[in-house]
Each structure stands twice: as structure tokens, then as C-alpha cells.
């Protein structure tokens, strides 16, 4: 069983920061893929950040140059930098990850933690 726990969540005014995190715990083999990705209200999700295990972290352009991704492989964690927030960035945001557990590989969800950019 894998559990996937999120926070760094909250409220900040536009041009502030905040840092989600995004633990994986569990009977872990190996985490390929990890993803990032953000639903407002009465919008599809979509992706805001996608770390392969090997080679570039890609990024769309709505948040090129203000979001960071970075991982911690001895914790199993992923991190989601955001800096330079807009209120169009207010959305729920998920983690996703590709996992290992025994002979299985499928991916999971974070349960989603609130971001809210206003002044």
C-alpha cells in the first residue's frame, strides 16, 4: 500500500511564495515519473510540472520561470517551489507518481491541498 500525503498549502498574496510538499510512504520499489498538476474551479486539471526520472523537467509556459520542481529520493518526496503567484495560480493542487510496489507499477494521487492567491 502506497500513501501519498501533501501540505504547504495556504493562502498568499499575489507575487508571494509558498512550497507544496508531497510524501510518499509505503511498501515503495522504485518512483519513476512524478507529476504535478492543478484544478480550479469549473476547469479541466492540468499539469503544471512533470519530473522523468531521468532527464528534463518540463514545465508549461503559464508557470515557466516562477514554478521549481525538485525531489528527494531518500525521502521520497516531491516538492513543488512556487514563487511570483498570481491569483489565476488559486486551484487545488495534486501530486502524481508512477510507483513501484513489488511486481506492480501504477500511478498515485496526493490528496489535493488548497492554494489560494489573493490579496
Known amino acids: ?41 469549473g476547469k479541466q486539471r492540468e499539469l503544471v510540472a512533470s519530473m522523468p526520472r ?8 503559464s508557470v515557466k520561470g ?11 518526496t516531491l516538492y513543488l517551489q512556487m514563487n511570483s503567484l498570481k491569483p489565476e495560480d488559486t486551484a487545488v493542487y495534486y501530486c502524481n507518481l508512477w ?7 501504477r500511478d498515485y494521487w496526493g490528496q489535493g491541498i488548497q492554494v489560494t492567491v489573493s490579496s
Not at 54 to 61: I, K, M, R
Request: aromatic share 8%; net charge positive.
Open 54 to 61: 531521468e532527464g528534463t523537467t518540463y514545465y508549461p509556459s
Open 99 to 105: 510507483i513501484s510496489v513489488g511486481m506492480s507499477t
Open 1 to 41: 500500500q502506497v500513501q501519498l500525503v501533501e501540505s504547504g498549502g495556504g493562502l498568499v498574496q499575489p507575487g508571494g511564495s509558498l512550497r507544496l510538499s508531497c510524501a510518499a510512504s509505503g511498501n515503495i520499489v522504485s518512483i519513476y515519473n512524478m507529476d504535478w498538476y492543478r484544478q480550479a474551479p
Open 66 to 76: 516562477r514554478f521549481t520542481m525538485s525531489r528527494d529520493n531518500a525521502k521520497n
